[in-house]
């Protein structure tokens, strides 16, 4: 039996199949859509993750990640804070899409409060549709532009979180959703091992800043060159060691209980050098007393008393010796807000400190040594002056005395004794020197002492007085009459400079029961109206020691002063 069909009946048949047609093609569309979108989305990640892996060093690794992930996502505000290493605070900033003063404002958060140190506790990714609605949405700077949606996801080097990266307000208004969480942490993922790369490049880099650092410095001290220019080096090196802004080489004075800078490297390292830092008290005390390192953060009290007066921030000080052998510190510091050294830092300039210690103790040992076989080479010249130059003089001397007994000519007789004269003084010259070579090189005795104050009188006076120096001057004066010594001697010769218009100056020390400075000149005398100043303060000085101090004319002209005092005013 067949059944017939109206028009309407047909109609219905033909539109139903074409509606489910139109609803298959659109949904279809959508899901093209969707691949497109998503393959888009995935060739943008390989790319970004291409992107931050094309480069090595550190620094701009970071900028490529944060600028990824915000164009990734469509975020108008990211930043990548990285955590310090006691994982309690962030240390600094890389950021996309806020001026420079709100740089500098993201460098005074108090990084461990807020969503920021809710991370910290807890690093897990986090996304927020009303950022103000949240409990923690505080600590951020002032000024900084609303934000309201917000995402958060760590950084993870291998086990490590090295740091999070923060995104806010998406473009358009809309809402960060978990395809953008996905996107974020799979970029999150490949920075990490970005960073690790870049982090073990430098760190291979600055092993070999060390390795050529430390190989330069221990050849350069057992080189024999001048220690103060090594030191300089060493204060150099640690610089470009640790990436610092400002380095120190103190060495330890123990006969003063300080340290001395005898180096500094960095701007105005000048105003360092010389700087007297006590041991009584501080940081540098401790590192000296210890011999441990001190690692000091940006803002530390401690920071002010190692560089004073130049802006520092953070402050490592590592010891030039271990125990109580410390022979010196050597400090590098930051700029002013600057992250505080790192444990890798702490050891490549402890590991720098170690070899540059022992070469120092090496050319000391060296400097010894050679000083050694100076003194022993100036004592053998000593003992064959004594023992067979002067002894042989002295038998022609008392030769030549038993032979002018016998000479009847009085001018033969004369010219005999004036060489039996010649010969005395020849005998107190090597004497003289006998007693110079005894003092050590690096000494600064009363000989040398009356020599430099000879040496600067000559470039006043125009010529080089004559100087004769018989005795113990370095064993036998005191330090106290020393210094008076010296004193007299140039008040002396000034006033020679001065007034005398002299051609022609002697200066004579000789040490016997007393010490003896007399000075002639050929000058033109002291005039019975002038300034006698500086004769009342000569004369005051022998007063005070119980000596004497007198002037008089020379027969030939000019002036013959006499200082005299006591060698040993105890007896």
């Known amino acids: ?94 950021t996309v899409g806020v001026s420079q003063e709100e740089i500098e404002a993201i460098g005074h958060w108090p990084h461990g409060h807020g969503i920021l140190g809710l991370l910290i506790k807890d690093p897990r990714p ?9 409990p923690d949405s505080h600590g951020f700077p002032a000024g900084h532009p609303p934000m309201r949606r917000f995402l958060g996801v760590p950084v993870r080097v291998r086990e490590e979180v090295f740091g999070n990266l923060y995104l806010t307000e998406k473009a358009g208004g809309g809402d960060f959703d978990e395809e953008d969480e996905i996107v974020v942490t799979a970029l999150a993922t490949a920075a990490g091992v970005a960073i690790e790369n870049a982090r073990l490049y430098e760190e291979g880099r600055r092993r070999e800043r060390w390795l050529a650092a430390s ?67 501080g940081v540098a005390a401790a590192v000296c007393d210890t011999g441990e390192s001190q690692v000091l953060a940006d803002g530390h009290p401690g920071t002010a008393e190692v560089m004073p007066g130049l802006p520092v921030g953070p402050v490592l000080m590592v010891p030039l010796g271990e125990g109580g052998e410390v022979r010196g510190v050597i400090a590098v510091a930051g700029t002013p807000g600057g992250a505080a050294f790192g444990n890798d830092t702490l050891r490549l300039l402890e590991a720098f400190a170690g070899p540059v210690t022992v070469a120092l103790e090496l050319a000391e040992r060296r400097r010894d040594a050679e000083r050694l076989a100076l003194l022993e080479d100036r004592d053998r010249i000593a003992k064959d002056l004594h023992d067979t130059v002067i002894q042989r003089l002295f038998a022609t001397a008392m030769t030549l005395m038993s032979a002018a007994k016998l000479i009847e000519h009085p001018d033969v007789s004369q010219r005999v004794r004036r060489a039996i004269d010649d010969l005395d003084d020849t005998i107190r010259q090597i004497r003289s020197t006998i ?28 010529f080089a007085p004559s100087v004769r120096l018989d005795g113990l001057l370095d064993t036998e004066v005191d330090d106290d009459l020393a210094d008076q010594l010296v004193a007299v001697a140039r008040e002396a010769l000034s006033n020679v400079a001065r007034h005398a218009r002299a051609g022609q100056v002697s200066v004579a020390v000789d040490v016997g029961d007393d010490l003896v400075l007399r000075v002639d000149d050929n000058g033109v005398g002291i005039p019975e109206e002038g300034r006698r100043s500086g004769l009342r303060n000569m004369a005051d000085r022998a007063e005070r020691l119980g000596g004497s101090f007198l002037t008089r004319d020379r027969p030939e002209g000019g002036t013959t002063l006499v200082w005299r005092v006591p060698l040993h005013r105890d007896r």
């Open 1 to 94: 039996m067949s059944a017939d069909h109206g028009p309407d009946e047909d109609r219905a048949r033909l539109i139903l199949p074409q509606l489910r047609l139109d609803d298959l093609l659109t949904e279809l569309q959508a899901r093209l859509q969707t691949v497109v979108a998503t393959r888009d989305r995935v060739h943008a990640l390989l790319e970004a993750v291409v992107s931050i892996g094309g480069d090595l060093d550190l620094e701009t690794v970071l900028h490529r990640i944060i600028k990824a992930a915000t164009t990734l996502v469509d975020a108008r505000y990211g930043a990548l804070g990285v955590i310090g290493e006691e994982g309690e605070h962030l240390v600094r900033f890389v």
């Open 126 to 134: 986090l996304r927020l549709h009303d950022l103000t609605e949240h």
């Open 215 to 281: 190989g330069e410095v221990t050849t350069a001290l057992l080189s024999g060159r001048d220690q103060g220019e090594v030191i300089g080096l060493v204060a150099e090196r640690a610089r470009q060691i640790c990436d610092a802004h400002l380095a120190t080489v103190s060495l330890l004075d123990r006969t003063a209980s300080r340290l001395v800078v005898r180096a500094a490297a960095g701007p105005d390292a000048d105003r360092l050098h010389g700087l007297r830092v006590p041991l009584d008290q």
């Open 435 to 462: 007693f110079a070579l005894q003092t050590g090189p690096e000494e600064e005795g009363l000989r040398s002492r009356l020599h430099a104050v000879v040496d600067a009188a000559a470039e006043q006076l125009g």
